[in-house]
């Protein structure tokens, strides 16, 4: 599977889901980070872990995807699941395949 280029890379492809989503990102940064991939504010600041840029693509995607949508819908409840669903089809793989870090 595909990996990432660089932080660049990645950044751009945050860029392209925030535009998707209709998400205003103010911050983005990519550090290291201990005990989550991922984590955002609701003043529009979003932090990934670093070590995603290690993992396959489908793996980051979904990891951005996830946290975007965070910015609409706070918790994992049936919304949030459906609007996944949408986007990326079957994300419970991607999910599995990022506890595995894969």
């Known amino acids: 599977m595909a990996r990432w280029k660089n932080p660049d890379d990645f950044k751009r492809r945050v860029k392209h889901w925030a535009d998707e989503l209709d998400i205003k990102v103010r911050r983005l940064a990519l550090r290291p980070m201990k ?15 670093a070590e995603l840029l290690s993992l396959d693509r489908d793996v980051g995607e979904y990891v951005i995807v996830h946290e975007l949508l965070h910015f609409l819908v706070p918790h994992h409840g049936k919304l949030w699941k459906s609007l996944m669903r949408a986007h990326l089809g079957d994300y419970e793989r991607l999910d599995v395949k990022l506890k595995a870090r894969v």
């Open 35 to 49: 005990n989550k991939w991922a984590s955002c504010s609701t003043n529009g600041h979003l932090n990934f872990n």
